[in-house]
């Protein structure tokens, strides 16, 4: 892959299974379970149960290494008295996505690779929003996943050094807000205060000032908050 394959494709699947195969050094459980996250957060309007969003909350929990896999094997028990919807559609599709999303960072079904699992994930969303994976929504949302993995992993093949005088207790500040709020509509107020603090990374910069959507994960915002 090219770094203009990588910054333009809308196929997700490829993105992902090229960064598995790749060994990037972007590549962390932590950030793949974001992803398969930001990815099912889409879907929430067909999670009505409470027993389904919090299924999707334990998964975010679970990919930050703030919750366990006890927590994991007490909420399936749980879940197994609640009634999934009985007819075929978004909702009854959506029943299971919280398990993909904890599978992608679980060390269970170890025969399959973090990537193939986060592709599963990326195609039950793509089917609860477009109805199948093959249809016209579906392909779109393909291209949004891709956007959103983007927006998380960075481009691989650009090395970025983020100075520690960069990481003022303001800059520190307003990038916890919005990782904590997860409104990002302050990025382009975020690229100000680090060219005011030195940074002279075009990478950072025009990411923080583009119009891309940001999410939990996002990789300037990680950079700040030192979190891998």
Same mark, same amino acid.
């Given at each position: 892959?090219?770094?203009? /394959?990588?910054? $333009?494709?809308?196929? !997700?699947?490829? @993105?992902?299974?090229?960064?598995?195969?790749?060994?990037?050094? *972007?590549?962390?459980?932590?950030?793949?379970?974001?992803?398969?996250?930001?990815?099912?957060?889409?879907?929430?309007?067909?999670?009505? /149960?409470?027993? $389904?969003?919090?299924?999707?909350?334990?998964?975010?929990?679970?990919?930050? &290494?703030?919750?366990?896999?006890? /927590?994991?094997? $007490?909420?399936?028990?749980?879940?197994?008295?609640?009634?999934?919807?009985?007819?075929?559609?978004?909702?009854?599709?959506?029943?299971? @996505?919280?398990?993909?999303?904890?599978? !992608?960072?679980?060390?269970?079904?170890? *025969?399959?690779?973090?990537?193939?699992?986060?592709? /599963?994930?990326?195609?039950?969303?793509?089917?609860?929003?477009?109805?199948?994976?093959?249809?016209?929504?579906?392909?779109?949302?393909? &291209? $949004?996943?891709?956007?959103?993995?983007?927006?998380?992993?960075? *481009?691989?093949?650009?090395? !970025?050094?983020?100075?520690?005088?960069?990481?003022?207790?303001?800059?520190?500040?307003?990038?916890?807000?919005?990782?904590?709020?997860?409104?990002?509509?302050?990025?382009?107020?975020?690229?100000?205060?680090?060219?005011?603090? &030195?940074?002279?990374?075009?990478?950072?910069?025009? %990411?923080?000032?583009?119009?891309?959507? %940001?999410?939990?994960?996002?990789?300037?915002?990680?950079?700040?908050?030192?979190?891998?």
């Amino acid at each position: 892959m090219t770094e203009a /394959e990588w910054l $333009t494709t809308r196929k !997700v699947e490829e @993105l992902l299974l090229w960064l598995g195969a790749a060994r990037s050094r *972007n590549w962390s459980k932590r950030k793949s379970g974001m992803f398969a996250v930001a990815c099912a957060e889409r879907t929430k309007a067909f999670m009505p /149960e409470a027993c $389904t969003l919090r299924g999707l909350e334990l998964a975010e929990q679970l990919a930050e &290494g703030v919750a366990s896999e006890s /927590e994991y094997d $007490t909420y399936r028990s749980e879940s197994r008295t609640a009634s999934p919807p009985k007819t075929p559609g978004p909702e009854s599709w959506a029943w299971n @996505l919280p398990y993909s999303v904890m599978l !992608v960072v679980l060390p269970y079904r170890p *025969n399959i690779s973090p990537p193939k699992k986060a592709i /599963e994930v990326c195609k039950l969303c793509a089917t609860v929003l477009g109805g199948g994976d093959d249809s016209d929504r579906g392909t779109q949302e393909f &291209g $949004t996943q891709a956007d959103l993995l983007r927006d998380i992993f960075g *481009n691989p093949f650009r090395a !970025v050094s983020f100075a520690p005088s960069w990481r003022t207790g303001t800059m520190v500040a307003l990038a916890s807000q919005m990782y904590s709020s997860r409104d990002f509509s302050a990025m382009p107020i975020l690229a100000d205060a680090l060219q005011d603090a &030195g940074c002279d990374d075009e990478n950072i910069l025009n %990411h923080c000032r583009g119009g891309e959507t %940001h999410v939990r994960g996002c990789w300037v915002v990680d950079l700040i908050l030192s979190r891998a």
